[in-house]
């Protein structure tokens, strides 16, 4: 599988300039854009159908869809719509979603890992083209299948951060969304659950798998910004990177060899904007991808060499337009050159 370099959609891109942005990075040469569903933007499914419909050859991912928020059968319609009207363009990521957004739409459900692996299994097995009855806990269909299945399926990829849940990944889909930031330790420890997952199959609880996985994707969020002077480009993502310190993203940070002395500034700080200014250079060389489109371009293939396949960079900065032309800047540097 090729490794390919992506860019995020922003979510809060005005409605003006949402198809051009999308243009513009197929024009520059990204490999795929990647629409994301936070609450309370933009719906997932909606955006990838304006931007696949808006151009001709870029790859549209969404990451990700909250399981818990659709009826599995009609969310699989709408997916294999996408995936029969846009052939080979289409990757879809789907997670139990971040615990607060869902108790705030009242959808977290009691069992998030069931929830999850449950619609995993549904939709990959619908999509493939099976009539499915089933009665699970989260999930019940009877006779239920598509009357026009599309003729290539796309991955469906779990959105998942945690051990356990990278594990149910590596079980019952065809790859996984990692959500920033992401090192290549965080890689090492993310393919480690996926092998885990993989090998036990329904052995912990999971999903009787009723198709075979595919290829394995592993797409790999991360705030950029690059600029000829790395201090303005690590200046741009340090607001981005104020959140990391929440206990949501430990799983990103123990593995890091400064994981002790990033707890310490993340507690001794007033307040997330504190900790954010604080974080010393070299921590946010490796928290993002950032700095000139040269050291840009080498994170870039040392996270593909760790076992991405997809990269995709979260635009850092107030113009999101004037982002996306100075990320582009990194794929003019030739793959290992820079």
Same mark, same amino acid.
């Given at each position: 599988?090729?490794?390919?370099?992506?860019?995020?959609?922003?979510?809060?891109?005005?409605?003006?300039?949402?198809?051009?942005?999308?243009?513009?990075?197929?024009?520059?040469?990204?490999?795929?854009?990647?629409?994301?569903?936070?609450?309370?933007?933009?719906?997932?499914?909606?955006?990838?159908?304006?931007?696949?419909?808006?151009?001709?050859?870029?790859?549209?991912?969404?990451?990700?869809?909250?399981?818990?928020?659709?009826?599995?059968?009609?969310?699989?319609?709408?997916?294999?719509?996408?995936?029969?009207?846009?052939?080979?363009?289409?990757?879809?990521?789907?997670?139990?979603?971040?615990?607060?957004?869902?108790?705030?739409?009242?959808?977290?459900?009691?069992?998030?890992?069931?929830?999850?692996?449950?619609?995993?299994?549904?939709?990959?097995?619908?999509?493939?083209?099976?009539?499915?009855?089933?009665?699970?806990?989260?999930?019940?269909?009877?006779?239920?299948?598509?009357?026009?299945?599309?003729?290539?399926?796309?991955?469906?990829?779990?959105?998942?951060?945690?051990?356990?849940?990278? &594990? $149910?990944?590596?079980? /019952? =889909?065809? @790859?996984?969304?990692?959500?920033? %930031?992401?090192?290549?330790?965080? +890689?090492? #420890?993310?393919?480690? &659950? $996926?092998?885990?997952? /993989? =090998?036990? @199959?329904?052995?912990?609880?999971? %999903?009787?798998?009723?198709?075979? +996985?595919? #290829?394995?994707?592993?797409?790999?969020?991360?705030? /950029? =910004?690059?600029?000829?002077?790395?201090?303005?480009?690590?200046?741009?993502?340090?607001?981005?990177?104020?959140?990391?310190?929440?206990?949501?993203? /430990?799983?990103?940070?123990?593995?890091?060899?400064?994981?002790?002395?990033?707890?310490?500034?993340?507690?001794?700080?007033?307040?997330?904007?504190?900790?954010?200014?604080?974080?010393?250079?070299?921590?946010?060389?490796?928290?993002?991808?950032?700095?000139?489109?040269?050291?840009?371009?080498?994170?870039?293939?040392?996270?593909?060499?760790?076992?991405?396949?997809?990269?995709?960079?979260?635009?850092?900065?107030?113009?999101?337009?004037?982002?996306?032309?100075?990320?582009?800047?990194?794929?003019?540097?030739?793959?290992?050159?820079?």
């Amino acid at each position: 599988m090729s490794a390919a370099i992506a860019v995020m959609l922003p979510r809060d891109l005005p409605a003006g300039q949402f198809l051009a942005y999308a243009r513009r990075a197929e024009e520059l040469g990204f490999d795929e854009i990647w629409v994301v569903e936070d609450c309370f933007f933009r719906g997932g499914i909606a955006q990838a159908a304006a931007v696949l419909g808006a151009t001709t050859h870029i790859r549209v991912g969404i990451g990700i869809l909250p399981a818990a928020a659709r009826n599995t059968a009609f969310a699989t319609l709408e997916l294999s719509t996408l995936a029969e009207l846009f052939p080979g363009r289409l990757l879809v990521g789907i997670g139990h979603g971040m615990p607060g957004w869902m108790r705030q739409s009242g959808i977290w459900p009691a069992s998030p890992l069931g929830m999850l692996g449950e619609n995993l299994d549904l939709i990959r097995t619908l999509l493939q083209g099976d009539t499915v009855t089933v009665t699970g806990r989260y999930t019940s269909t009877d006779a239920v299948g598509l009357a026009s299945p599309p003729s290539t399926v796309p991955p469906v990829l779990a959105g998942v951060r945690g051990p356990k849940s990278l &594990a $149910l990944a590596g079980a /019952a =889909a065809d @790859g996984v969304v990692l959500a920033e %930031p992401v090192t290549p330790e965080y +890689l090492a #420890a993310a393919i480690n &659950a $996926l092998d885990a997952g /993989a =090998a036990a @199959g329904s052995e912990h609880g999971f %999903p009787q798998l009723r198709q075979p +996985l595919g #290829a394995r994707h592993i797409v790999a969020y991360n705030v /950029a =910004a690059v600029h000829e002077d790395p201090a303005t480009a690590r200046a741009a993502v340090r607001p981005a990177l104020e959140w990391i310190g929440d206990p949501d993203w /430990a799983p990103h940070i123990r593995v890091l060899p400064f994981a002790e002395e990033f707890a310490a500034l993340r507690a001794g700080s007033a307040d997330r904007a504190e900790f954010a200014r604080n974080l010393p250079d070299d921590w946010v060389d490796q928290l993002a991808v950032v700095g000139t489109a040269a050291s840009a371009r080498r994170r870039i293939d040392a996270l593909h060499a760790a076992g991405a396949t997809s990269v995709v960079l979260l635009p850092a900065g107030d113009d999101p337009g004037k982002a996306l032309e100075s990320l582009a800047a990194v794929l003019s540097v030739a793959p290992g050159s820079a």
